[in-house]
């Protein structure tokens, strides 16, 4: 069991740091607090799985090729090259903004997929493999509203208090109520988002798209017209992952 927390703490680290060029030895163990022998040991190990890889001119580490085709494998099992993404592509056109899939990861959600529109001049951008708590959000919200009862609790107990659990229980059921969630400067001031769930064969949440905008271009007639299509959109791919209401 510790050899897997080390091996996870590894990729938590290179992932976080994937906008460089890698990591030394000397780097990991420190940020990681093992000392360098102990460290060589477990990189070894975990190159031998294509877990992480090491450039051969600089000897550097990063994240192996392996955590592509576990994805690609995550992707092909939710029919997302046939079914999801091509919704998404057609939500963002229709709506001229970036659209996010979003799937839950415990007690956080994994941004999954994002679809940009090239030719907006000003979008929101979240990265791809961002990990944002459940309580947080439109999309987030929209998975925790579809949720059974003892699996929400669990997530909310680690992030609301008992004193805004209430409140928040409340929130939740209007957003089931009404079928979408909408989000206002929660995680990055001066956007918003409008979320809904997607849900497969066995009613279970499966994940949820949502479309960012500027909040300043966003006018009621303007948020009518996203949460239509966003609630149409979700709809239609739930039926197609087999989702009867």
């Known amino acids: 069991m510790q050899s897997i927390d080390r091996a996870m703490g590894v990729v938590k680290l290179l992932v ?4 460089e060029d890698g990591l030394s030895i000397t780097e990991l163990s420190v940020e990681c607090g093992l000392p360098v022998s102990s460290m060589h040991r477990l990189l070894k190990a975990m190159a031998a799985h294509g877990m992480i890889q090491q450039d051969d001119k600089t000897k550097r580490y990063d994240l192996g090729n ?6 690609l494998h995550m ?3 939710m029919d997302y090259i046939s079914t999801i993404r091509p919704e998404l592509v057609t939500l963002m056109e229709q ?4 659209v996010y899939l979003s799937q839950p990861m415990g007690v956080e959600a994994l941004i999954t997929e994002r679809i940009d529109n090239e ?3 000003i979008r929101v951008y979240d990265k791809l493999g961002s990990r944002i708590p459940m309580h947080i959000g439109a999309a987030n919200k929209s998975m925790l509203a579809y949720m059974p009862n003892g699996e929400a609790k669990k997530i909310i107990n680690v992030h609301i208090s008992k004193e805004q659990q209430p409140a928040f229980y409340e929130l ?3 957003i089931k109520d009404q079928g979408y969630a909408i989000s206002h400067s929660e995680r990055t001031e001066g956007t918003s988002s409008v979320g809904a769930p997607i849900l497969n064969h066995f009613g279970k949440v499966q994940g949820a798209l949502s479309v960012g905008v500027v909040s300043y271009s966003l006018t009621d007639e303007r948020l009518a017209f996203l949460i239509q299509h966003v609630k149409e959109t979700s709809q239609r791919i739930s039926t197609k992952l087999g989702y009867s209401n």
């Open 16 to 19: 976080s740091r994937s906008t």
């Open 66 to 71: 392996i955590w592509l085709e576990y994805g």
């Open 75 to 77: 992707y092909d099992t």
């Open 95 to 98: 709506t001229g903004e970036s």
């Open 119 to 121: 030719n907006h001049a």
């Open 172 to 174: 939740l059921q209007q």
